[in-house]
């Protein structure tokens, strides 16, 4: 017995050793306290290793640090070690090849590697947008998009998902998501309405706050933990128009009812960086705002992370590229997504600091703010990825995860005699429409590619399988896109709505079905056939002219990779609880129409949500 639990302790002081040394990294920190740096020993506070460090570098190391290439920009990997590089982004569908985890994870430690090989060895931060899962990555699981998650109502969940993500994230050694986006639109022809968690600040405050402490876990630092980056500050939901990179035209107040206190939750739950928005604020580029990111992010609000800039927005400013740069980083701004002309900004920037356009305390407060969470992150320390998380892109247990969320976004609006929950037993059941059967459509953008597009891109499971996966084996499933072919069936199902797009590109003035849509709509209802309508769409969609011939309607967002989540609401292994998160316009002309209007009378009013 005793031999017995000898020999169990070797074995476990064994495997805890196995597991030491697979931890290994190419940097080691010299253990001879003489030698060693203040800055290199994480016996010593933050604080301490990043004065330490600061005072170490040259004006080139600490510009370096503000800069952020995005990897295709990037002449070789030397160009990190040359120009001190500090951070390096993948843009929308910016991938290695192959894209695979190991080939990430591969291209990440070698990106590290040359950070590594500068003078003061300061490991970059690598920076993507996970933001409905690790979306750039073949395979990887694809949860709901964030105007799905609001609709959840339920924090926990959100933060589990965003804990899924971060694991599989780092699993490529990523760093850093630019992600929650807690916008909080205001108008859905903005063609990134489906990226904010709803149009209330409430949502942004509690759905987003779950979302930061999902990515960055319990502490910075710690297990899996990834840093957030909550965006896009200030006011990029409320941009008259809808207008994507517009301007928001409020008050001060109603600026800082509607879209703040989501920054202020966040900022409370650690969030330890913040996107700077493309948008305008009362005609003001927020780019250049110094009293919004200075006298009131880092000032009033206490905020002690670092701010970035968004895609090349700087050079929207007005006047030359100096001047965007000297305007922008006296402004607040700290790391600029450049994410091209690196080696003119660094050369530019160097000059504005030489001439005195910018102060060295402004530039040592930047790269000190970028410093502080390099250190709390623990990069110095673990800088070459955990490939221990590897296996977990795309796994089993986190494709649940995403399946639950989906059950629990889906919103049903109505639901006419009782026709939903779907028995699993009848004789003939007809899938028809353009989003049915199709990966791309049902995960939308900003999946494998920045704009995502139709078709079987990543692993996942459509709605339509999805109801084959789930009758009996003695019902029939047919299927036409077109909806020809229902008659004679028990239930339509038509899945319809919209397709691929992000961003400005996804700005609309009209928001009704295709036609395309309309015309399976109408092959369905020539049939006779009772039909239950699932809208695939980034936001509500004008239905009221068709309301009338559908049974029952679910919105169903952009669910992802994981279409099962549909059919366990449509045949009742789940009850719907989703609620809306968007008023749902009864036509073009309310819109903007937000809950709390004076004369609110929309189709669906926000909260509104049916259950079996
Ligand atoms: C978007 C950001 C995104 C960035 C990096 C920009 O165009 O506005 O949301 O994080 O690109 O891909
Ligand atoms: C990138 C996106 C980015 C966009 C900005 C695209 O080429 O892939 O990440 O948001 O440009 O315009």
Known sequence: MRSKLTAAFILLLMALLAISCKKT???????DDDSQPIYQNPAYPVEERVDDLLSRMTLDEKIGQMAQAERNALGNENDIKTYFLGSILSGGGSAPSPNTPA??????????????????????????????????????????HNIGMGCTGN???????????????SGTGIDWTFGPCIAVPRDERWGRT?????????????IGSAAVRGFQGNALGGPASILACTKHFLGDGG???????????????TLRSIHLPGYIAAIQDGVGSIMVSFSSWNGQKMHG??????????????????LISDWSGIDQLPGDYASDIEASINAGLDMIMVPTRFIEFISTLRNLVNQNRIPVSRIDDAVRRILRIKFKMGLFENPYTDRSYTGSIG???????????????LVLLKNDNQILPLSKNLARIHVAGKNANDLGNQCGGWTISWQGSSGNITVGTTILQAIQNTVSSGTQVTYS?????????????????????????????NLNLSSEDVTALANVNNSGTPIVLILVSGRPMIITPVLGIFEAIIAAWLPGSEGQGVADVLFGDYSPTGKLSHSWPAAMSQIPINVGDPGYNPLFPYGYGLSY
């Open 194 to 206: 489906y990226e904010g968690f709803g149009e209330t600040p409430e949502l942004a405050e509690q």
């Open 481 to 509: 896109i077109d909806g020809n072919g229902a008659a004679g069936a028990d239930v339509a199902v038509v899945v319809v709505g919209e397709t691929p797009y992000a961003e400005g590109a996804g700005d609309r003035s």
């Open 103 to 144: 080939a990430w994870a591969d291209m990440y430690d070698r990106f590290q590697s040359a950070a590594l090989n500068t003078r003061l060895k300061i490991p970059i931060i690598y920076g993507i947008d996970a933001v409905h899962g690790h979306n750039n990555v073949y395979g990887a699981t694809i949860f709901p």
């Open 395 to 409: 796994s089993a247990e986190h494709r649940q995860i995403a399946r639950e969320c989906v059950r629990q976004s």
């Open 25 to 31: 990294t190419k940097y080691t920190v010299t253990n």
């Open 155 to 169: 924090p926990d969940l959100v933060e589990q998902a965003a804990r899924a993500t971060a694991e599989e994230v």
């Open 289 to 306: 705002n110094h009293y919004l990111l200075t006298d009131v992010l880092k000032g009033e609000l206490g905020f002690e992370g670092f």
């Open 239 to 253: 941009t008259t128009g809808g207008h994507d990179q517009g301007n928001t035209e409020v008050d001060e107040q």
